[in-house]
């Protein structure tokens, strides 16, 4: 596994395999509460044949384990773009994904991006309610042991890696602090989106079911879709589910992609 990060603005961006030479679009992908850049690598070696694949590296985590983690929504979507200009990459369409918290920071990303005038070609917003529906902030006083018992309800880690205390130790800190910044996070008041926006959830995730996800399609004046798969929160990357959900990508970032509204189960509509 490579890593570019020496010409894509530094620590904040990834570029796991190189970029094809006439990309169809760009997808900028951004991690989940406690995830880092590593988890979206199968996603980024599956489309790298039609898609420009970035990914978000958040401090806190990984090569950067010893830098502070940002526990506000909107800083941490103004530190990504950011570092996302700084290449000046705006030759190719952009496409933003994030799942769970990655989803929060993906829309303010959006919407930064239109007050600029720049168009997003799509907004994927996987495993999170709508941005004006509040979240639960009761893990914001919960101990270490039920901080671990709800990632692993989640489907997120390994159980038995999370009794060892020195993953836990390494876990634990991002993860608070991304906890912290997803339940004290306030959607501003702001004009709909215009982007082509598309919501995944998983049907037995826990935390997010069709109704809070259908408050996605409130935020944008474009096109809007919530394809709902087989799984838990982290269905995206379950080995039933991972080839259906890069097919989606790829369809919807290489081709013209719904003009409508629907709501679908899996692959039960044709991609």
Known sequence: MTTDTGSRAGRWLCGFHPAPRRPTSRLLMLPHAGGSASFYFPFSEALSGDV????AQYPGRQERHREPSITDIQELAVAVLAALTADGLDDVPLALFGHSMGALVAYEMAGLLEERGVPVA?????GCRGAAVPDDPRRLHADDDALMAELAAMGGTDVELLSHPDIRQMVLPPLRADFRAVETYSHRPRQPLRVPMTALIGDMDPRVRP?????WSELTLGSYELRIF???HFFLVAPGTFGEVVRLLRDRLTGPGPSTTHISHGEEEAL
């Open 122 to 126: 799509r907004l994927f917003v996987s």
């Open 52 to 55: 420009d694949v970035l990914v």
């Open 230 to 232: 087989h799984g838990d």
């Open 211 to 215: 109704g809070t996800a259908e408050a």
